[in-house]
């Protein structure tokens, strides 16, 4: 067992399941409401990003048997709920997996889940009902898929956050998402994976990746 690695009892899972209230507290940390607009949302944006132990810990411990669910599928019965619920769900199994497992395989264990609960979004226009910026943590599975074709719907999925959004302070923020998914693309297209997840998943580097996983900035 991990350091990250949370024991959970069954009895523990089935009441993460039965939690109706579990989606709405999600959303209420992540962008400080359970139904936020793009302005409010953006207030909570330095959380998102920046490595914080505090903040890995507070995720720990109020949602870690929440995400230990999720992995098991427990609560794939959010996705029929609406998107709300839906998003919280991406972001458990896509974003605080990253957080609470920090640096451990098991960081990138949901990503499988959140890629289909995205493309199942975007192909049935779920996501088209979330404001732009709850948007952008549905299409990040997307962008952290190890697939050139997957790479090519982040993108597009952003440019299009971007080309329809008229807010300055939105526009802005946006631009930098986009930004982001052109990064990432252009890793997978040259390395078809990202060689900053080597270390973490046991993975050997080739003389390439390791060139480039020696540049500033090269883990994203």
């Known amino acids: 067992m991990t350091a990250n690695s949370l024991p959970v009892s069954h009895e523990a899972l089935t009441a993460a399941a039965q939690d109706t ?12 409401s359970a139904r936020p607009g793009n302005a409010d949302a953006l207030k909570h944006k330095a959380q998102w990003f920046t490595k ?3 903040f890995d810990e507070e995720l720990r411990q109020r949602f870690g048997t929440a995400v230990e669910a999720a992995l098991g599928g427990a609560l794939q019965h959010w996705a029929t709920q609406g998107p709300w619920q839906q998003l919280a769900l991406v972001i458990l199994l896509d974003q605080f997996t990253r957080n609470i497992h920090r640096n451990t395989p098991k960081s990138f ?3 499988a889940q959140a890629l289909a609960l995205a493309l199942q979004a975007v192909d049935c226009g779920s996501d088209r009902l979330l404001p732009e910026v709850a948007r952008v943590f549905m299409y990040l599975p997307l962008e952290h898929a190890e697939d050139p074709a997957m ?4 993108v597009a999925a952003f440019e299009a956050l971007l080309q329809n959004a008229t807010d300055a302070e939105l526009r802005e923020y946006l631009a930098g998402t986009l930004d ?3 990064r990432h693309q252009v890793v997978i297209e040259r390395f078809c994976r990202f060689p900053h997840r080597n270390s973490i998943l ?3 580097s080739t ?3 390791a060139e480039y996983l020696a540049q500033p900035g090269s883990g994203f």
Do not use: C
């Open 207 to 209: 003389a390439e990746e």
């Open 180 to 182: 982001y998914a052109h």
């Open 109 to 111: 264990a949901g990503d």
């Open 151 to 154: 790479q090519q719907r982040s």
């Open 202 to 204: 046991g993975r050997t």
């Open 21 to 32: 209230s579990l989606p709405d507290q999600i959303l209420s940390l992540w962008f400080g």
């Open 52 to 54: 914080s132990a505090a």
